[in-house]
Each structure stands twice: as structure tokens, then as C-alpha cells.
């Protein structure tokens, strides 16, 4: 039977995994490592190096040397402050897009994490041989929206892998514990990388994996305690030996390698020795002990205590009523981290697998089920905020709510607001506001040759569908003509982590405000579409009863209209309720009319025809 293989596609580091009968394992490369550099060079000649040799910068000059890819996918240039100004490269785009320009060509995240992908492939097909298909799970932060899992998708599928399903990595982290077989209970996901931390709370259900919050710092990881250490020794070095290295390139260069190595060991030594031959024929010797170390990071390590909360708080959940904790990514070998995040929750994490490596563990075991392999398990996630469309007035009508479990679809039927209207515009809307535009904009298309019919009388079936890889596809269906249009819905790039948040919060300030606007909105949108109709009637009866009949309906007609130009939406009701009442014995005189010369023709479903008609009129 085929592999489906199963790829951490990570911000610093990447990894393929395959599962064999004892469980998951890692595809090393030819030289026996596992991790491939999450980086591209483009060499003299324009020439592709990925992986080791790029990161080292031997392959190409640091201003043609692309990390941190990740950060970009599914992102516009205009999500990014501040950070951009110290990368090493260049970067381009607009609000939608990022590129990265390389002499006269340029590149999207997406193009090079396909390089990166490609070279993962190739390794698993090297490995396991005629064995490999080319289908493939990918993992992805739990955070990531719309736009960044299918750019992540695209990337899979441009390296000619048919990417079967992208898989959240907290979710991963579970699987490789295997603690889909306890089928029910909370974990929590601490991932604490190179760059990033991330936290995650899942419960597990009936062997199903819900992702109930994350939050998390995307500043802060082993990078940081590396330039704690670097700017310790560089102090140190300037204080007793009187040299100042720090606009030395070069040498800040060593002392952070020097700084990362010694973290490394500090990890299962109580002190290590560094003896350093700096300029001038000076010696730099000394010892730091893991204590020293300890204290240096402990403000560090208290920063990812903040996050925890957060996620805790919005799972509505206490750090003692998880049943387990996973550590993920390399930082959580450090033991002052595994200390706290014990301490914090109250229970020995699970370190037992490499952190380097859990993600792509899990991601092989899900790639398992997906090939037919014996586990059998689910995984659900959920959406990050709620998804709808725009509706008359401006208001966002909700189709899917946030937090709801994925994959899902929802449907819901509209109409037109105007007679002989042959087509409408889907607006297709994120976020959780009340007002269409103060929501993020995810797509706009157009349901048009339906036969014109009087408004109201359309019906447009709108059908949300989200699939397993939390990719949403619109579909819009005029029900009496079976008119289509299928729009598979590419949402605009860019939203990340902060801005959900930034939405979350934003929709909680302005909830009450947002809720009377909504109100009003609706109210006026109510009373216009009544004003065409009482007008009908009464022009329609002018001939048929004494005008004294017709004031009390004139005289409310009047009122709404005042009232409308007005900010209260109860007013407005209260005002559509006047006129309804008022309309009620016209209405009625109008029924028996068209019943009375109904009666004379010989056919009964002509009959009912008309009554509908007479009715529907107002
Ligand atoms: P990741 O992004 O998950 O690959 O994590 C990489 C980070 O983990 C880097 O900052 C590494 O320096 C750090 N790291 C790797 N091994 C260790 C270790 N033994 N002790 C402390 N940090 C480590």
C-alpha cells in the first residue's frame, strides 16, 4: 500500500514524516538529519539552494536569503509594522500580496514554500521509494485564516503534491502522544520555537479534537535568549577586556552562535565552560551555570505565562482542569520552561517525544487514517470568526458563527430588494461586527441572469461551505430559474493572529452600539419597503371608498415617514405597526374585491391566484 506522507511546515525548520508499524517516524536526508532550514537562497546564477547550506549563508549573500517565510503566507505587505525594516531582504507587494525580489525576478511566499516542500518531497521520495503517493498532510498554527491555510495549500500543490488535508499543529502534537485513544478530556499545546509561542487548548471528544482558543506572541521564542546571551557576553567582553564588539558584525555573528550552542547545553549540563581567543591576543574565559542562565531568561519565560492565561480564560477553562500538556518546539527543552509550564498547570507535560519533532509525528499519524491505516480518528477544528454576507442596509447577516467546528456548511435563502432585478452582488464578510463595513471583506461576486421577476418574489439560496482544510467556498442559487454561480471564494490575503484578536476585541467594545445601529438599519429598511405598497393601496382605493376611509392610513404613512428620519428604531416599529393596523381595512376591502370578481370566473386556482396576489401586494 502507498505512503501518505505527513510535512511540518515549519517558520524555521521543516520536517517529513512516514508512519511504519512500530508509528511515526521522521524522513531523514541524506546525511541523516531530520530538520531541513526553512530557507531559500538564490545562488549567481539564479539557482534555488534550500535547507542547510542556504541557511548557513554559503549559498547566497543575506539580501537573496529567505527565512521566516511562514510569517507571509496568505499575508499583504500592509499587515506588517515595523517588523519588515529588520530583515535582511528585501520585500515587496501591496495590501493583498507579499513578493520578494531577486535581481530582475521576484518570488511569493507561496512559490518559495514550494521549493521548500518540493525538496521535502524529494527526500520522502528518496527514503521510502516506489512506496511514497504524492498526497500529503500539512500542518499549520491553529491561528491560521483562511487565506494563509489555502496559500499554504497552493504552495503543496505547486511542489506537485495533492495535499489531502491541513491539519492544525496543536492537533498534531495530540496525535503523536496518541491521546486521540483516551477519546475524551482537555489538553493543552505549549509550542515554544525559535520565533514564536504559541498556546493551544483542544478538547477531545468521542475521539474528535476541537480547538477551544489559542493565543500567543509571535516576537518571542529561543531567538530572543539568544539575544539575551549575546548582549550579555558582548557587556561582558567590553567590561573586562575593554573591547567593544557590537558594530562588529563578524563577531556578534560568533558570540550568537556561541550564545545558542551554550543554551543547548545548558539544557542537560549544570555549566559550561567558554573560552573564546578574542582580538588583540585577548582570552575570554568563563563559566556560566545553569543558574546564571536561569535568571537571565526567567522575565522570558514569564512572558509565555500571560498567553496561557488568555487561552485559558477564553476556553473558559482553569489551568487544573486540563487532562494533559504537550510541549512543542525546541525552546521546551530548556528546564526552567518545563518547570513553569508544570508548576502552572500542575502536571508533568509530555516531553517524551523530540519537541522538534511532534508536529510532524502527528501530521504522519493523520496522514495514516487518510491512507486507510488502522487508527481511526477525526480531527475537528474550528473557524476563527464568524463568516457571512452582506444584506440590505449594510448589515452582515451571519451564515457560520465563530468558533464553529469545521468542516460545516450552512445555507439561507434571500431575495431582491427591487422589481426586475436579474441579478445581485454576494458580499461575502468576516468578523463579528453588526455593520457590514466594519467587517473585513473576504470576496464580492455576482448571481446574475435570473428572469426578472417583482422583488421579493427571487429566491437566492446561499450555501457556505467549509471543507476539512478550513477553506470556504460560496455558492449562489436562484431557486426558480436554477440559475448558479458556483464562486469558489479566494479570500483576500492577510489577517493574522493580532488582527483576530483586534476584531474580537473591537466587536466586544462596540457590541451595544453596533446592535442599535443594526436595529435602526433594519427598521428603515422595513418601513421603505413598505412605502411603495401603502402608496399602491392607496392610490388603488381613492376610487373605491370616501377619502375620510383613507386618512388614518395617510396620516401613519406620514408618521413613519417622520420617525424614519429619526435615530429611533423602536419609533420606527412601533410606526410600522400603526400603519399595518391602518392598512388592515383597505387590505381586506381589496381581498373581497378581487374574491368578488374572481367568483365569476369558472376556474378555482384562478381564484386562489388572485387572493395571493391581492395579498401579497401589501
Ligand atoms: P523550533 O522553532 O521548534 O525548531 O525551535 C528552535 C529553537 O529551539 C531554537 O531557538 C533553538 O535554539 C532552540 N533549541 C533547540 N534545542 C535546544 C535545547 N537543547 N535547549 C534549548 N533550546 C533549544
Known amino acids: 500500500m502507498g505512503k501518505v506522507i505527513g ?9 517529513v514524516a512516514w508512519m511504519t508499524p512500530s508509528g511515526p517516524q521522521i524522513v531523514p536526508d541524506e546525511e541523516g538529519r531530520g530538520l531541513l532550514p526553512s530557507c531559500v537562497a538564490f545562488d549567481e546564477a539564479g539557482k534555488p539552494v534550500v535547507g542547510s547550506v542556504a541557511r548557513q549563508g554559503k549559498a547566497a549573500p543575506a539580501e537573496r536569503t529567505f527565512f521566516s517565510i511562514k510569517r507571509f503566507m496568505g499575508r499583504g505587505l ?53 512506496f511514497i503517493l504524492n498526497e500529503v498532510v500539512i500542518t499549520v498554527p491553529a491561528y491560521f485564516n483562511d487565506a494563509q491555510r489555502q496559500a499554504t495549500k497552493d504552495a503543496g500543490e505547486m511542489a506537485g503534491l495533492d495535499v489531502l488535508r491541513i491539519i492544525n499543529e496543536p492537533t498534531a502534537a495530540a496525535l503523536a502522544y496518541g491521546l486521540d485513544q483516551k477519546k475524551e478530556g482537555t489538553i493543552a499545546v505549549y509550542d515554544l520555537g525559535g520565533g514564536t509561542f504559541d498556546v493551544s487548548i483542544l478538547r477531545l471528544e468521542g475521539g474528535l479534537f476541537q480547538v477551544l482558543a489559542t493565543a500567543g506572541d509571535n516576537q518571542l521564542g529561543g531567538d530572543n535568549i539568544d539575544d539575551l ?11 573586562h577586556h575593554g573591547l567593544d564588539l557590537s558594530d562588529d558584525r563578524m563577531w556578534i555573528g560568533r558570540l550568537r552562535r556561541l550564545a545558542e550552542e551554550a543554551k543547548k547545553d545548558l539544557s542537560t549540563q549544570e555549566m559550561v565552560r567558554l573560552q573564546v581567543d578574542l582580538p588583540e591576543g585577548k582570552l575570554w574565559d568563563r563559566y556560566v551555570t545553569r543558574n546564571d542562565f536561569e535568571q537571565l531568561i526567567a ?7 500571560g498567553p496561557c492565561a488568555q487561552a485559558l480564560k477564553d476556553a473558559g477553562l482553569s489551568a487544573q482542569a486540563m487532562d494533559e500538556v504537550v510541549l512543542v518546539g525546541g525552546s521546551t527543552r530548556i528546564p526552567l520552561v518545563k518547570a513553569r509550564v508544570a508548576q502552572l498547570f500542575g ?38 470568526l464568524s ?20 468542516p460545516c456548511q ?7 430588494a427591487v422589481d426586475g432585478q ?35 418574489l427571487p429566491k437566492v439560496e446561499i450555501t457556505f461551505l467549509i471543507d476539512a482544510n478550513g477553506i470556504l467556498r460560496v455558492t449562489a442559487r436562484e431557486l426558480r430559474s436554477e440559475v448558479e454561480a458556483r464562486v469558489e471564494v479566494r479570500p483576500s490575503y492577510g489577517l493574522g493572529e493580532d488582527a483576530i484578536e483586534q476584531m474580537l476585541e473591537d466587536a466586544y467594545a462596540h457590541g451595544e452600539d453596533d446592535l442599535i445601529r443594526r436595529q435602526l438599519i433594519e427598521a428603515r429598511v422595513e418601513a421603505e419597503r413598505r412605502f411603495p405598497k401603502a402608496e399602491e393601496l392607496l392610490a388603488e382605493m381613492v376610487a373605491v371608498v370616501p377619502a375620510a376611509a383613507l386618512e388614518p392610513m395617510q396620516a401613519a404613512l406620514e408618521s413613519l415617514r417622520g420617525v424614519c428620519a429619526e435615530q429611533d428604531y423602536k419609533a420606527i416599529n412601533t410606526a410600522i405597526e400603526v400603519l399595518e393596523e391602518s392598512a388592515r381595512p383597505l387590505v381586506e376591502l381589496r381581498v373581497n374585491q378581487a374574491t368578488q370578481s374572481a367568483l365569476g370566473n369558472a376556474s378555482i386556482d384562478e381564484l386562489l391566484q388572485k387572493v395571493e396576489q391581492a395579498r401579497r401586494q401589501v
Do not use: C
Open 299 to 305: 522575565p522570558l519565560v514569564e512572558r509565555t505565562l
Open 347 to 384: 502536571r508533568t507535560p509530555h516531553d517524551e517525544l523530540n519537541p522538534d519533532e511532534v508536529v510532524a509525528l502527528g501530521a504522519a499519524v493523520q496522514a495514516d487514517v487518510l491512507a486507510g491505516g488502522t487508527k481511526d480518528v477525526l480531527l475537528l477544528d474550528v473557524t476563527p
Open 410 to 416: 450552512a445555507r439561507e435563502t434571500f431575495t431582491t
Open 7 to 15: 510535512i511540518d511546515l515549519g517558520t524555521t525548520n521543516s520536517l
Open 229 to 239: 546571551l549575546t548582549a550579555l557576553f558582548l557587556a561582558e567582553i567590553k567590561q
Open 422 to 456: 436579474t441579478g445581485i452582488e454576494v458580499h461575502v464578510l468576516q468578523g463579528e461586527r453588526e455593520i457590514a463595513q466594519d467587517n473585513r471583506s473576504l470576496a464580492r461576486f455576482t448571481l446574475t441572469g435570473f428572469p426578472p421577476m417583482p422583488a421579493g
Open 387 to 406: 463568516l457571512g454576507i452582506e444584506t440590505l442596509g449594510g448589515v452582515m447577516s451571519r451564515l457560520i458563527d465563530r468558533n464553529n467546528p469545521i
Open 78 to 130: 500592509t499587515d506588517f509594522t515595523g517588523e519588515l525594516q529588520y530583515l535582511p531582504y528585501p520585500v515587496a507587494g501591496d495590501s493583498r500580496s507579499v513578493r520578494f525580489p531577486v535581481g530582475s525576478r521576484s518570488y511569493t511566499p507561496v512559490q518559495l514554500s514550494a521549493m521548500i516542500l518540493a525538496t521535502l518531497k524529494r527526500r520522502a521520495e528518496r527514503f521510502l521509494g516506489e
